[in-house]
T-cell receptor, first 114, second 110 residues
């Protein structure tokens, strides 16, 4: 079946602009995660959605970052007033549930802020 | 000090060599230990996971966990050029937040 898909695959933007990154999880997966992968920092947890529960936003680096998940499926990560340090690969993952449930990753969106 | 430490390499080996990849961690609350493989421009994919101390084998891959030393390893036997990738260790407590090492870039030369 189809895996996790993300769009766009690449995004180049100017400092100060807002960007939206989209994630389509695997059908039937109730849990969705966003991670950021940057040089020197590795892969860092950003936010977690599970069903209708309140999301865990503890990994978001600043209030410029927000995410929503509509209808328990598609998710959008929004970065407002982008900064150069936001340049990274943003990865989305989904899983059947929480706890130890294998997380399947999408290919990521490579964001470059000029 | 980061919770998970992993030597970023790069590591370059000839085809057929045995590869050893390692991570150390500081948080004894970690319960699940995983190895992910990430090819260039792709998302990570789960290779192996283990819960307890000891060894777990899957084909050419062996994962080893030593909770007393807070040390995990991944061994690759008879390495192949197709094994060239970044290998990430990851750890989980009884929740959902994976904590990753920075990854080790491996190149297997034909």
């Amino acid at each position: 079946g189809a895996g996790v898909s993300q769009s766009p695959s690449n995004k180049v933007t100017e400092k100060g602009k807002d960007v939206e990154l989209r994630c389509d999880p695997i059908s039937g997966h109730t849990a969705l995660y966003w991670y950021r992968q940057s040089l020197g920092q590795g892969l860092e947890f950003l936010i977690y959605f599970q069903g209708n529960s309140a999301p865990d936003k503890s990994g978001l680096p600043s209030d410029r970052f927000s995410a929503e998940r509509t209808g328990g499926s598609v998710s959008t990560l929004t970065i407002q007033r982008t900064q150069q340090e936001d340049s990274a690969v943003y990865l989305c993952a989904s899983s059947l549930g929480s706890g130890y449930s294998e997380q399947f990753f999408g290919p990521g969106t490579r964001l470059t802020v000029l | 000090q980061k919770e998970v430490e992993q030597d970023p390499g790069p590591l370059s080996v000839p085809e057929g060599a045995i590869v050893s990849l390692n991570c150390t961690y500081s948080n004894s609350a970690f319960q699940y230990f995983m190895w992910y493989r990430q090819y260039s421009r792709k998302g990570p994919e789960l290779l192996m996971y283990t819960y307890s101390s000891g060894n777990k084998e899957d084909g050419r891959f062996t994962a080893q966990v030593d909770k007393s030393s807070k040390y995990i390893s991944l061994f690759i036997r008879d390495s192949q050029p197709s094994d060239s990738a970044t290998y990430l260790c990851a750890m989980l407590m009884f929740d959902y937040k994976l904590t990753f090492g920075k990854g080790t870039l491996l190149t297997v030369n034909p």
